[in-house]
């Protein structure tokens, strides 16, 4: 199919324009953070039904999330995808499992038996391997980049990177005079010519 890039908008590169705007959220999320650091430590009151709202919520959002994604694997067959569309499936299954074990909650104790630290730990579960599977999906879909766009090489002295051209169907890929060796039987010589 065609070029990828041109098909999703998940996969079109960032321009300038998109960027200002998102450098904006990230400088106001931060002033925000900073003025909320000062009441961390204040205890406020417990709402049982804001866990239960937000993480269903959560779990509705990674959920559409993953199938969005997964139609985007059915189309791209990228293997990379696949491992983020799995993250976030997780991620929902996760939100699930953690609201259901959440002490006092649904039910006086805790459903399934769950006792103080287990929902602590799935918490753990689910916020260790979620980035896991991020990071799996960035070093997937680099090695599918190399692989599509041919593996990058360094260009002698200039310091930037080139993308090889795959070879032409029924043809093999030509040495550069460069990493050829020289010929059998005669001399090898230096760029300029001398012996």
């Known amino acids: 199919m065609g070029d990828e890039r041109n098909i999703f908008l998940s996969t079109m590169p960032a321009t300038r324009s998109d960027r200002k705007p998102a450098l904006v959220v990230v400088g106001v999320s931060a002033v925000l953070f900073a ?18 709202s937000y993480q269903s919520a959560l779990a509705v959002n990674d959920l559409i ?23 976030y499936l997780f991620t929902a ?20 038996g769950a006792e103080s630290q287990t929902t602590v730990w799935l918490y753990m579960v689910w916020h260790g391997v979620f980035p896991l599977l991020v990071l799996g999906y960035a070093l997937l879909k680099a090695s599918e980049n190399d692989r599509k766009f041919g593996s990058s090489a ?10 090889q051209p795959p070879p032409a169907a029924g043809r093999a890929r030509q040495p550069s005079p460069r990493s050829a060796p020289p010929p059998t039987g005669t001399a090898s010589l230096r760029r300029d010519g001398t012996p």
Do not use: E, K, N
């Open 154 to 163: 360094r260009s002698a002295g200039s310091g930037r990177w080139r993308a």
């Open 65 to 87: 999330t993953a199938v969005l994604l997964f139609s985007q694997v059915a189309i791209s067959r990228s293997r990379a995808l696949i491992v983020l569309a799995s993250g």
């Open 93 to 112: 299954m996760a939100a699930i499992v953690h609201t259901l074990s959440f002490p006092g909650l649904f039910a006086p104790g805790a459903l399934f």
């Open 35 to 52: 003025c909320a650091v000062p009441f961390a430590g204040v205890p406020l009151t417990p709402v049982p039904a804001f866990v239960a």
